[in-house]
C-alpha cells in the first residue's frame, strides 16, 4: 500500500459545524493481534510486513506441560533471575526487554530493513537462560511415558512460571500460521501476548467486527430494499469481502462460510448473529479441519441502519479492489491513494439517534432552542430527508455528517 493524505477540509456555516462530524476515514491505523499463553509472535518490531506474510503461530489446543528443568546449551543452569523469586508474564514484559528482542522469526520478508537471521541467532536465542514466554519444545514424555513402539510426538509452545526449579509451559502438539491480510510496519510482538502494527494506508472504521482478519476482493452487488438476500451468494463470490446492505442474517453468515466468502460488510449486526458465528468457529476448530479466515464487519453496530450513501459511495468505487477486515479494532482497509473519493456535499446529514434513526437527506437551517416530546428542549433544526418532499424539525444532537 501506498501513503494516503487525507483531503483538504470544505468551509461550512457556523450552524452546520455544531452538527457531530462522522470521519469516513482513518490514515495509518495501528491494529493488534492478541496472542494466547502457547502462541507465539514470529516478527519483531521493526519488520515490515506484506499480506501473506506470515506474522504469528497459534496452539490451538494448548495445554498445561511439565517442562521439567530447563538448562542452557552450554551446560550452565537456565533458572536465570526466575529461579530466585518465580517469573510470570507480567515480569517478563517489564524486566525482560532483551529476552522480547530475542523472540524473533528466523524468516524476515524481502522488504524487512534488517538482514536476515541465521543459524547463529538461532542458536544464541536456545543458549538464552529460560524465561516466560519464551518458545519451548519438548517431547512427549514431558506429559507422561509414551506408549511402547510409538514415535515420541513433539509439543511446542511458550514457557510459562519457574517453580522449585521447574519450569511449566503452554503447548501443544498442532499449530497454525497467521498470516497479515495488510501491510505495515510492526511496533511490537510478544510471544502469548500479540503482536501490533502499524498500517501503511487507510481504513473505514466499522462499530462491531468478529470472525478473523482476513483479505479479499470487495463485491459491491445489487441491494433489494437495502439488504443482500441470502440467496444471492454463490460460489461466484467466493474469495471476496461482500457488501450485504443494512444488516447481516445468520442464514446469510452460514451460507457466506459455506462457499469461502471472505468476509461480509453490513450497516448493522444482531448479537444473536454473533453468537452464531462465536459457535460456528468453535466447531470448526474443534473438527480440526482448515477453512478460510472469515470476517465481518457492521459499521453502526446493532441497530437496523442501512448503510449510509457517502459510505456507499466509495465502497462502490472501491469495487474489485483488495481490501482487509480488521478485528482489532473494527477497520476495514484499503489504499485509498488509488481510489477516487466521491464528492461528499457539505449539508449532507444522517439522523444517528432518535426516531429517524438511519434516515438521510440535507440541512436547512437552525431554529435554536425548540420543545420536543415529553416536554424537552432542544435545539432544533430544519432538515430535508431523501425519501420526503416535507421538511422534517430534528434535534441537531441526533444528527451528525459525513467528512473524509
Known amino acids: 500500500m501506498s501513503a494516503a493524505v487525507p483531503p483538504a477540509t470544505t468551509e461550512i456555516s457556523p450552524d452546520l459545524a455544531r452538527v457531530a462530524s462522522r470521519r469516513i476515514l482513518v490514515f495509518s491505523p495501528t491494529i493488534r493481534y492478541r496472542l494466547a499463553p502457547g502462541d507465539r509472535a514470529l516478527v519483531a ?10 506474522i504469528a503461530e497459534r496452539t490451538p489446543d494448548a495445554e498445561f506441560v511439565d517442562a ?3 538448562a542452557r546449551d552450554d551446560g550452565k543452569s537456565g533458572s536465570g533471575r526466575a529461579s530466585s523469586g518465580g517469573g510470570s508474564l507480567e515480569r517478563l514484559w517489564q524486566d525482560e526487554p532483551l529476552a522480547r528482542a530475542g523472540s524473533r522469526s528466523m524468516a524476515r520478508p524481502s522488504t524487512a530493513p534488517r538482514a536476515e537471521s541465521g543459524p547463529a541467532d538461532a542458536g544464541r536465542e536456545r543458549r538464552r537462560p529460560p524465561f516466560p514466554g519464551k518458545w519451548w519444545v ?10 511402547k513402539n510409538k514415535p515420541t510426538v513433539r509439543v511446542g509452545g511458550t514457557l510459562l512460571y519457574e517453580t522449585e526449579g521447574r519450569w511449566c509451559a503452554a503447548a501443544g502438539e498442532r499449530h497454525e500460521i497467521v498470516e497479515s491480510p495488510v501491510a505495515g510496519l510492526v511496533r511490537e510482538g510478544r510471544n502469548a501476548v500479540g503482536v501490533t502494527i502499524e498500517l501503511t494506508g487507510a481504513a473505514l472504521s466499522g462499530a462491531i467486527a468478529a470472525g478473523e482478519p482476513t483479505r479479499g476482493y470487495l463485491d459491491v452487488p445489487r441491494l433489494t430494499d437495502g439488504e443482500l438476500w441470502a440467496s444471492a451468494l454463490d460460489v461466484g463470490r467466493a474469495g471476496a469481502v461482500v457488501v450485504a446492505g443494512s444488516r447481516i442474517s445468520a442464514q446469510a453468515i452460514s451460507r457466506a462460510r459455506a462457499i469461502s466468502i471472505r468476509g461480509l460488510i453490513a450497516g448493522s449486526v444482531g448479537e444473536g448473529e454473533l453468537r452464531d458465528l462465536e459457535a460456528s468457529e468453535l466447531r470448526q476448530k474443534a473438527s480440526l479441519a482448515p477453512s478460510v479466515p472469515f470476517g465481518l464487519i457492521a459499521l453502526d453496530g446493532h441497530g437496523r441502519r442501512p448503510i449510509a450513501t457517502p459510505i456507499l459511495s466509495l465502497l462502490a468505487a472501491m469495487a474489485g479492489r483488495e481490501v482487509a477486515i480488521v478485528v482489532d479494532p473494527p477497520l476495514l482497509v484499503f489504499d485509498v491513494a488509488q481510489v477516487p473519493l466521491p464528492e461528499l456535499p457539505p449539508d449532507w446529514i444522517r439522523a444517528r439517534s432518535g426516531r429517524h434513526a438511519g434516515r438521510e437527506g440535507r440541512w436547512l437551517k437552525s431554529l435554536g432552542l425548540r420543545r420536543f416530546q415529553s416536554g424537552i428542549y432542544l435545539e432544533g433544526a430544519v432538515v430535508r430527508f431523501s425519501d420526503e418532499m416535507e421538511t422534517t424539525i430534528v434535534p441537531v444532537s441526533d444528527l451528525e455528517r459525513f467528512v473524509f
Open 45 to 54: 518490531p521493526g519488520d515490515v510486513v506484506v499480506p501473506g506474510m506470515p
Open 68 to 70: 521439567g528443568r530447563l
Open 138 to 147: 519438548g517431547g512427549g514424555e514431558r506429559r507422561g511415558k509414551p506408549a
